[in-house]
Structures are given as C-alpha cells and as structure tokens.
C-alpha cells in the first residue's frame, strides 16, 4: 500500500513541477526573522542565514537608543542593487545586478535598552493521530524540540526541531515540516547513513540540495500515508522547485531521490524496504 501512495505523490509532484508552482513561504506565523524597526520579514536567501527574531543595524540601535553587546557579531543581510553602467556598444545606459549586504544585531539576544515591536498570533489545533503515531513509533528514533522560528535537523546531537503546532495556521503543514525534519534524521550514520547527512555538506552545494530534495519528497510520502498530502503538495512542490533550479531544472533527479525518499519513509514506519 505504501508503495502505491509513495508513487502518486511521486507523480503528482512531477505534475506540479511541469505546471508551475506557487512561491514556497515557511508556513509557521512566529519567530521569523524580520527587521526590528519595520516590522518587515526578510525574504529570500536571508530566511535561511538569520535565525528567527527581530533584527537592526547597527545606526538603528543607536538612534534608538540601544547598545549591542560587547563582543557580539553581526550577522549578514544581503540584497540586490540596480547600478547603471555605460553600454559603450549601443551608446546608452543599461542597469546591471550587483549584491550587497549590510549588517544587523539581533535585538533580542544581541542588544541591549531596546524593547521588542512584536506581536505574536497562535493557533488552536487538534493533533492528527496517525500523524502522531508515526513520529511517537518511528523506532530508536532522534529526540525532539519544540522551539519557535526554526525547522532543522542537527546530526552530531541526532536531534530535530520544529517550531510547536500553535505557531501554524495550517496544522497540516505543522506534520509536513516535522516529516521533513524527521525525513533527514533517517540519513544519521546508525540509520540510513546518507552522504547528505553524514558527509561534508555545505549549504546550496549539490549534496545538500538532493538532501533537500528527499526530505521534502518523503514528508510528502508520509503526509499520503496519513492522507493529508491534499493540504500540503503545493507547498511541497513548490520547495522541490526552488531546489532542483540549483542542480539546473533537472527533474530527472526526482526519480533516484524518490527511491531515497522511499527508503527513509519506510525506515520511519518500521517496514520493511521494497
């Protein structure tokens, strides 16, 4: 039975890529990292280099009147500028990418005298209990942590964190960011020993992005087997996406990172490999 879900998410994910999918967005509302002053999240590749929390340079703490903390670095926020250059050939201006960044404190743990601006919404969700069941039966599996504004799976102390259920308006996506999680924890060396997991990895290089892409395919298998891949495989589809434009749109790497997917899915479920 497994077999026949793992394959329909397969396909229909495929689906999605030929088709054309939504943006993929963290689907938790708390702990996202925004800018301190504005309020604004930041997006982009800067989700993934700043933790959660609120964030400003080192001009805005002080006009504020805050200090940072002696000792603390800052961490790096970048962006893209549109310069103007000469276009010797056609005699006129053209405008050209260049990347920049700047650099914030984190207000909340990196400076002192200023106040946090924000608000916080929750959410009210009933556990889903085949979902539950899988992550309370996943034999000899990681421990678990429950802290807002970040999804990640930590090898060296074989422990995953999501942020907790309230942080999620949609509480389907809750168990498909926790899958996910637990998807890459099957790659430990006591368990399925994936490169991904196990080897040098760093972040965007190859190995890292097929990781990504059996993660986010096995969470999609194990939201099938609890029947709630309906409310997810956008969003799933969506982040295979943005993944597979790093190894050059080549959907032909679904295919061996499914059969991975399988493998890890069916490692989480306690049956045996088909």
Known sequence: MSKKIYEMITNQIIEKL???????????????????K?????RGINTMLLDGGEYATFKQIKEAGGNVKKGEKSHIVVFWKMLKVEDEEKEKEKKIPLLRYY???????QVEGLETKRTYETFE????????????????GPSFSFQSGRAYYVPFEDRVNVPPKKDFEDVNEY????????VHSTGHKDRLDREGVTGKISFGSENYSKEELIAELGASMLCGVTGI?????????????AWLKKLKDDKTLIVSASQKAQKASDHI???EFS
């Open 18 to 36: 030929e088709q054309g999918v939504i943006p993929w967005r963290k689907p938790w509302v708390n702990g996202i990292a925004v800018n301190w």
């Open 38 to 42: 504005t309020q604004k999240p930041y």
């Open 103 to 109: 650099r914030v404190f984190n207000v909340g743990t």
């Open 125 to 140: 969700h009933n556990p889903i209990e085949e979902a539950e069941k899988i992550k309370k039966e996943y034999f000899n």
């Open 175 to 182: 168990y498909s960011t926790l899958f996910h999680e637990m």
């Open 229 to 241: 891949e309906n409310n997810t495989i956008d969003n799933s589809a969506s982040y295979i996406q």
């Open 269 to 271: 479920l306690g049956v």
